[in-house]
């Protein structure tokens, strides 16, 4: 398979482009990546990172429980 792919990029002539393409790609998604992490709140990520510690305080919990 990945001769295939080898065989087909090298006979291409135009492959600079398909070259620009994934590069502009790419860099659009990582800045859409930072920009989706830098817009969320402090007080979101603070409440994400408590979820594990939560989870382990059912889990006691519950073992009690029983």
Known sequence: MISFFKQY?????N???F???MLILF???FIFLIFFV???SK????????IPL???????RKDYEI
Do not use: A, M, V
């Open 9 to 13: 990029f090298t006979g291409e002539k």
């Open 15 to 17: 492959i600079g482009i």
């Open 19 to 21: 070259q620009s393409i």
């Open 27 to 29: 860099l659009l998604s």
């Open 38 to 40: 830098f817009s969320k």
């Open 43 to 50: 007080k979101y990520y603070h409440k994400i990172s408590l």
């Open 54 to 60: 939560e989870l382990k305080k059912e889990k006691k």
